[in-house]
């Protein structure tokens, strides 16, 4: 289940997770929430929102204040904060909380994985920084600030000078 677009540089477990893929990288699938507007790049994704947000799910941590919107981040919570599961990279001291980020890691800075971008010479470490670097550079998309005329690349930065 390699993906044909990328020339095998994203393999997917199952045609499935690959159909995802090709989806939300490469057709720009959003799924829209009629609550609130938010886009979400999966169905899961607009599931989470729905229920944890929307209809006020919460999955409560049993040793600390913390509430989580899956069952499954909570168990990640858990086991990186409580239960001490660090994944240590066992090329360099780097330690990671969550299974999924050591693998990041370990793909670019140990196996030197790129993804380059198709209109400049930028090369992400991550698909998602890939996607970031796209909109914000060669499609112009904005985070504008409500109060004034900044307007930002990235909706973290927004959140950061408006504080």
């Known amino acids: 289940n390699v993906c044909p677009v990328t020339n095998s540089q994203y393999k997917a477990g199952t045609k499935a997770l690959l159909n995802i893929h090709h989806d939300n990288l490469h ?18 994704g607009l599931k989470i929102l729905q229920h944890g ?3 006020g799910k919460k999955y409560l941590c049993r040793d600390c204040e913390y509430q989580a919107t899956t069952r499954d981040s ?7 904060v409580h239960e001490e599961k660090n994944n240590q990279c066992d090329s360099c001291d780097y330690q990671a ?8 890691h370990k ?3 140990h196996e030197g994985r790129k993804y380059p971008c198709d209109s400049c ?4 470490t991550e698909t998602r920084c890939l996607i970031t670097h796209k909109q914000s550079k ?20 927004l959140i950061i000078h408006k504080q």
């Open 27 to 44: 057709m720009d699938v959003k799924y829209t929430c009629n609550t609130c507007g938010h886009q979400s790049s999966s169905k899961g």
């Open 53 to 55: 947000v929307h209809k």
């Open 74 to 80: 909570l168990n990640q919570h858990q086991a990186a």
């Open 97 to 104: 909380t969550h299974r999924g980020n050591l693998n990041t």
């Open 107 to 109: 793909q670019s800075k």
């Open 121 to 124: 010479d930028y090369q992400a």
């Open 138 to 157: 060669h499609e112009g998309k904005k985070f504008a600030c409500d109060s004034c005329d900044y307007q930002a690349t990235q909706r973290g930065n």
